[in-house]
C-alpha cells in the first residue's frame, strides 16, 4: 500500500535557528501534500497544501514566512521552521493521497516528527 | 468540508465489539468517509473507507445508512492495543482534496 515516510521523526533545536522535516512519498507519486500540526491531546490541525511545482497553500492564521514548504517533486515536500521559538515545538505530520487510477484512494500518514524548541 | 461530530471518549472491555458513531449532517454528493486511528506519537493509520451501505475489511466494519449523514465504526472483539484515538473525516477523494480532522474519539480498552 502507499506509504509516506516522514524525517527525522524526532528534532530538538535551539531557539532562533531554523529545523527542515522531510515528507517522501515512497512508492506513489503525489501532486499534493498536507502538513498538520498537532499539539498534546489535541486533534491534527490543517497548516497548509503543498503543491508540486507551485506555491504552497496556507490555511487561515498559518504564517507562510514562519513555516516555508517546498515541493520541488512528485515524490518530496519539505515544511521549514524557520526561527523556531519554544511555541513551535508540536507535533508535525505530513500527508498525500496517490492520485492516479482510483479517485478515492485514502490519505495516508507519515509517522511525524517531534520539534522541542529550548 | 463537512464537519464531524464524534463522542470525546468511550471505554470498553477486551473482547467486546465497539461501535464509534460520527455524525456529519452536511456530507456532499461526492464525498466519502475515512477513519483514522491514532497512537500517540504516530501519524494516523487508515482504517477504513466507504461511500454508501456497508464495508468491511480484516479490522473492522463500516455502516453508512443511505441518508449519508452519520456513520458507524464497529471494531468486533477490541484488545487492549486498540485503545487509540478514531477520527472520522468525510471529504472528496481526489488528490488535492484536503481533509479537516474533527476531535476524534478516544477509546480506551480495559482487560
Known amino acids: 500500500g502507499a506509504v509516506v515516510s516522514q524525517h527525522p521523526s524526532r528534532v530538538i533545536c535551539k531557539s532562533g535557528t531554523s529545523v527542515k522535516i522531510e515528507c517522501r512519498s515512497l512508492d506513489f507519486q503525489a501532486t499534493t501534500m498536507f502538513w498538520y500540526r498537532q499539539f498534546p491531546k489535541k486533534s491534527l490541525m490543517l497548516m497548509a497544501t503543498?503543491?508540486?511545482?507551485?506555491?504552497?497553500?496556507?490555511e487561515q492564521g498559518v504564517e507562510k514566512d514562519k513555516f516555508l514548504i517546498n515541493h520541488a517533486s512528485l515524490t518530496l515536500s519539505t515544511l521549514t521552521v524557520t526561527s523556531a521559538h519554544p511555541e513551535d515545538s508540536s507535533f508535525y505530520i505530513c500527508?498525500?493521497?496517490?492520485?492516479?487510477?482510483?479517485?478515492?484512494?485514502?490519505?495516508?500518514f507519515g509517522n511525524g516528527t517531534r520539534l522541542t524548541v529550548t | 468540508l463537512a464537519k464531524t461530530t464524534q463522542p470525546i471518549s468511550m471505554d470498553s472491555y477486551e473482547g467486546q465489539e465497539v461501535n464509534i458513531t460520527c455524525s456529519h449532517n452536511?456530507?456532499?454528493?461526492?464525498?466519502?468517509i475515512t477513519w483514522y486511528q491514532q497512537f500517540p506519537s504516530q501519524g494516523p493509520r487508515f482504517i477504513i473507507q466507504?461511500?454508501?451501505t456497508k464495508v468491511t475489511n480484516e479490522v473492522a466494519s463500516l455502516f453508512i445508512p443511505a441518508d449519508r449523514k452519520s456513520s458507524t465504526l464497529s471494531l468486533p472483539r477490541v484488545s487492549l492495543s486498540d485503545t487509540a484515538v478514531y477520527y472520522c473525516l468525510v471529504g472528496a477523494g481526489g488528490a488535492t482534496n484536503k481533509l479537516i480532522f474533527g476531535t476524534g474519539t478516544l477509546l480506551a480498552v480495559q482487560p
Open positions: 466507504g461511500y454508501k
Open positions: 503543498s503543491n508540486e511545482g507551485s506555491k504552497a497553500t496556507y
Open positions: 452536511n456530507i456532499a454528493t461526492n464525498d466519502y
Open positions: 500527508s498525500a493521497r496517490d492520485g492516479t487510477g482510483v479517485s478515492n484512494s485514502p490519505l495516508h
